[in-house]
């Protein structure tokens, strides 16, 4: 136009408009530091508790001590995954593709989504998980399933590498849901809140007549043996049947499992048809009591334990904490030095007299817990 003169090239990033290096680099390096700060950002902005929240750190920078990450290190190993036999064992194999961790994300992601999640790389696929706030089922968000699960994952990889220990695939899914739900909550309580744990005082309690009560648990060694044992006592607390299951090699979830079948199919057999139940791990609760989310090498028992319930009699099953379930806990324990397989006391055995007589008169036990 008239009186403006030409039009001519300015070079945006610096004040007089000509072309530097430095600017060049001032301006590819703001860049790429902005997307890296949204990254970090995501980790510091997770809603859940700080020791995650510094893993999820250590997992963006590379830093789990992987075998790949190890053996990356000169230090002479193999650096294939112990579990699937898969050449290179780093972070995203452990988190992600390893089969334990593909087993667990096939079982809870959506089929479209699938594809996508499996195909990011790492950062990426930290980003994407750690902004999603879709929901996993009714009000849970994805983000901080996410962020519990990977930090369990690896808590599973190297309990397995070290102890030899298993999980499977439902009990890993529900503990993961319960733990995030449970962080969830505390994250959005009002501020100052958070930290509020009240002392209540626990103890056993008879059912009111014409209920039974029984409490079961399981008990594992460190070398991987397990056991499961229970009771069941009626209105005025007298003993009506006991049992110690020693199982052998198993996980404690599955020796919990076996107790509740084998106390729920005593509790049938001595023809009580009014039974309230009892059982500390929050995980077998939500098991038994909620529709199977996949099918593992549990099910067939959890099954059975579905069709006990389902009979014609009255069955409420109940949580605890492990304060009111001391006298399962020492059946349990007590059966670890039995030979293998079910053992019935129609009388209660020498050693628990104590705990029942602390449940009979109600000695309750301090814990500290969430009003
Ligand atoms: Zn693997």
């Given amino acids: 136009m008239e009186g403006y003169g030409e039009d001519q090239i300015f070079w945006s990033e610096s004040k007089k408009g000509n072309f530097t290096v430095k600017s060049a680099y001032d ?8 997307e890296d700060d949204q990254i970090w950002s995501c980790v ?29 290190r000169h230090v002479h190993l193999d650096s294939s995954c112990d579990r699937c036999g898969d050449g290179d064992e780093n972070t995203l194999h452990v988190l992600r593709d390893c089969m334990v961790a593909r087993r667990f994300w096939y079982a809870i992601l959506p089929i479209h989504q699938r594809q996508y999640f499996f195909f990011l790389n790492l950062k990426d696929w930290m980003s994407y998980n750690l902004t999603n706030a879709d929901q996993v089922g009714s009000d849970l968000s994805w983000n901080i399933f996410f962020g519990v699960a990977i930090w369990r994952l690896w ?18 899914i529900s503990e993961v849901k319960i733990k995030a739900t449970e962080f969830q909550r505390i994250s959005t309580t009002p501020m100052g ?16 007549w014409p209920w039974c009560k029984l409490n079961t648990d399981g008990a594992a060694k460190k070398t991987g043996e397990a056991s499961a044992g229970g009771l069941i006592r009626d209105h005025n607390g007298a003993w009506v049947a006991g049992f110690g299951m020693n199982i052998g090699s198993c996980s404690v979830t599955v020796a919990e499992f076996w107790g509740l079948y084998q106390g729920l199919n ?6 009580i048809r009014w039974l309230q139940v009892e059982v500390d791990s929050i995980c077998i609760l939500h098991l038994v ?69 602390h449940d009979m008169y109600g000695v309750g036990y301090p814990r500290f817990v969430f009003p």
């Fill in 289 to 357: 009591t909620t529709p199977m989310i996949t099918t593992n090498e549990l099910s067939p028992l959890i099954k059975s334990i579905k069709d006990l319930i389902s009979r014609s009699w009255r069955i409420i099953i109940n949580h605890v904490y492990r304060e009111a379930n001391f006298a399962a806990d020492f059946l349990a324990n007590h059966a670890l030095s039995f030979p293998l397989g079910l053992h019935l006391f129609p009388n209660p055995p020498p050693g628990i007299i104590a705990y029942l007589q």
């Fill in 155 to 172: 808590f599973w990889r190297n309990k397995f590498l070290f102890h030899g220990m298993t999980w499977d695939c439902a009990t890993m």
């Fill in 266 to 271: 005593i509790a049938w057999q001595n023809g």
């Fill in 27 to 34: 301006a590819l390096s703001k860049e790429i530091k902005g």
């Fill in 44 to 72: 510091w902005r997770w809603n859940g508790p700080q020791i995650i929240r510094v893993f999820l750190w250590l997992v963006l920078h590379n830093r789990l001590k992987t075998k790949a990450e190890i053996s990356r």
């Fill in 193 to 208: 809140m958070n930290n509020r744990r009240v002392a209540k005082w626990i103890c056993w309690s008879p059912p009111f």
